[in-house]
């Protein structure tokens, strides 16, 4: 394993974790809204927002699957990490500061 293997697999999970975590606020923010009355618009915005969401994993593990080939793969899963990894975190910073309750 050389080192940029090891800057891609970690690249790759970082990338990963980031639109899991997106993906995960907007399953919390979706189940908060269906419990409470007048949560249609946040339940509205929640699926117009999954796309995005799930794109960013499908990028994130598919640059985790090239980082297991040769040098050009790990070149490309790290672009493609980093790509759906900025997206993710962008997306998860809007949503949480569009829903963020000043406390």
């Keep these: 394993m050389d080192i940029l293997n090891i800057i891609a697999v970690v690249v790759s999970i970082a990338s990963l974790l980031a639109a899991l975590a997106h993906a995960g606020y907007l399953a919390m923010l979706n189940s908060a809204a269906n419990k409470r009355a007048g949560g249609g618009p946040i339940a509205d915005y929640v699926r117009s927002r999954w796309p995005i969401a799930g794109g960013g994993v499908a990028g994130a593990v598919v ?41």
Excluded: P
């Excluded at 672009?79 to 500061?97: E, H």
């Design 63 to 103: 640059a985790l699957l090239f980082s297991a080939g040769g040098t050009v793969m790990d070149i490309l899963a790290v672009l493609l990490a980093v790509g759906s990894g900025a997206v993710a975190t962008k997306a998860l910073q809007s949503t949480q500061a569009r829903y963020r309750s000043g406390g």
